[in-house]
């Protein structure tokens, strides 16, 4: 945890020195801010799938140890990145109204999603463990499922970093990757619980298809503002530096 606030003050110190211009300086800093809490996200949820499927290691349980900072940590950066979008890059709540209703619903999904990692955040507090019952905790990580799947959606709308192809190919690959772990151990889970094994594979494999094709379809079907635009500057041939 002290690592990560010190990293969060390095990075804000840091672009205050190389990048002059303030305007830059707030996105960058917000996009870094976004891009650390997001791969904090992942790991996460890849120390937790992993952990279910492979075989007890004694490494594993040192990685698992780290998980809840890390926890803590997604939900800190998360909360710089908005905090810099909305009061440095956008100039407070008013600037909403005025963006184009691609930003307005992707800030909204955005914003959904921050409360969902706070909430859990807060209540990994040792002090907060106790007041939520196992079964409730389980209903919540399950919701962080569903805000993780909101801030895929919130990125491909508006994020600069997610236009170049070679971008997506990356993100694509380590989403892919996690749902298959995801989906392993799900139909893990099934088979402990009694379910046939032949169908408990049917039903990780049946989540891991759904999952790509929703990658698949979210490309084809959703708008991505950033892409959209590069490829208009291409066609018109304007150049943008
Ligand atoms: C109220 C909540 C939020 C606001 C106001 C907000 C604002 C923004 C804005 C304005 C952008 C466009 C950035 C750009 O490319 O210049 C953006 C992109 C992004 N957001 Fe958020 N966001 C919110 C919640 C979240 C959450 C909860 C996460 C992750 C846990 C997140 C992760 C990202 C990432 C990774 C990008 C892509 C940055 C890039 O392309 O470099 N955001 N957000």
Do not use: C, N
Request: glycine share 10%; charged share 10%; aromatic share 10%.
């Amino acid at each position: 945890v002290t690592g990560s606030v010190t990293l969060s003050v390095f990075l804000f110190a840091l672009l205050r020195i190389i990048i002059v211009d303030s305007r830059l300086r707030g996105i960058r800093l917000q996009q870094f801010y976004g891009l650390i809490s997001v791969l904090y996200w992942y790991l996460v949820l890849l120390m937790s799938a992993v952990a279910k499927v492979v075989p007890k290691k004694s490494w594993m349980a040192a990685i698992l140890f780290t998980r809840r900072a890390f926890g803590a940590m997604v939900a800190y950066f998360a909360l710089l990145h908005a905090l810099v979008a909305l009061f440095d890059q956008l100039d407070g709540l008013g600037g909403i109204g005025l963006l184009p209703l691609i930003f307005r619903w992707s800030l909204a999904l955005g914003a959904i999603s921050l409360v969902v990692l706070l909430i859990m955040a807060a209540l990994s507090v040792d002090k907060f463990v106790g007041l939520v019952k196992f079964k409730a905790w389980k209903q919540l990580s399950r919701i962080s499922y569903v805000a993780g799947a909101l801030v895929i959606v919130h990125v491909w709308l508006i994020g600069t970093h997610a236009a170049p192809i070679l971008m997506q190919l990356i993100g694509f690959e380590a989403l892919v990757m996690l749902a298959g772990f995801e989906a392993w151990r799900i139909g893990k889970a099934l088979a402990g619980k009694g379910v046939r094994p032949a169908r408990a594979a049917v039903v990780a494999v049946g989540i891991w298809v759904v999952v790509t094709g929703s990658l698949l379809g979210m490309r084809q079907l959703l708008p991505s503002y950033s892409k959209d635009h590069q490829e208009h500057i291409a066609g018109t041939g304007i150049h943008a530096h």
